[in-house]
């Protein structure tokens, strides 16, 4: 893509921990998802170091681009593999993750058809497909909490951005 470049750096499984537990509502309980059948991946700037790019390479958690590329590693992993979870750290100067959740992702949408929307749109994309990463990536944006010792074996993250 023309521009800044984004390169996946790491892809891992989320089993290191049990669950995240996410916190979407202040007013409501915490969802605790499972990471048993999970992967992780982190988007940096290419050529920084990630996860904390220096100011000078990280994006705004609301950027564009990230966030379509953190959708499209989700729907190729669900639509290929049989994961529960993908987790995507994007290149942000504090960490912030896109969690997206199999079920409640792919209730939304038809996966072979956004991906073939993505296909066609590489770069500096139509308002229809900004509105639809933005619908399908906002409201799954997290701000990671530090871990907590041990016997706690979830990683809390709060919602960054509402709905």
């Known amino acids: 893509m023309p521009g800044r470049k984004l390169a996946v750096t790491e892809a891992?499984?989320?089993?290191?921990?049990?669950?995240?537990?996410?916190?979407?509502?202040?007013?409501?309980l915490p969802r605790v998802v499972s990471?048993?059948?999970?992967?992780?991946?982190?988007?940096?700037?290419?050529?920084?170091?990630?996860?904390?790019?220096?100011?000078?390479?990280?994006?705004?958690?609301?950027?564009?681009?990230p966030r379509r590329q953190a959708l499209e590693l989700a729907l190729r992993?669900?639509?290929?593999?049989?994961?529960?979870?993908?987790?995507?750290?994007?290149?942000?100067?504090?960490?912030?993750w896109v969690v997206f959740e199999r079920e409640d992702l792919l209730a939304d949408i038809d996966a072979p058809a956004v991906l073939d929307q993505l296909a066609r749109h590489p770069a500096v994309a139509d308002t229809p497909l900004r509105d639809l990463v933005g619908r399908l990536t906002r409201p799954r944006l997290f701000l990671p909490l530090p871990i907590l010792p041990p016997p706690d074996d979830t990683i809390y993250a709060v919602r960054l951005l509402g709905p």
């Not at 499984?13 to 007013?27: F, I, R």
């Open 12 to 28: 891992t499984t989320t089993g290191v921990v049990q669950t995240l537990t996410l916190v979407t509502d202040w007013l409501e």
């Open 77 to 96: 992993t669900f639509v290929k593999t049989s994961v529960d979870l993908v987790v995507v750290a994007l290149p942000t100067a504090r960490l912030v």
């Open 35 to 65: 990471a048993s059948n999970g992967v992780y991946f982190a988007i940096c700037s290419a050529r920084a170091t990630c996860p904390y790019p220096a100011r000078s390479a990280a994006w705004p958690a609301a950027a564009f681009l």
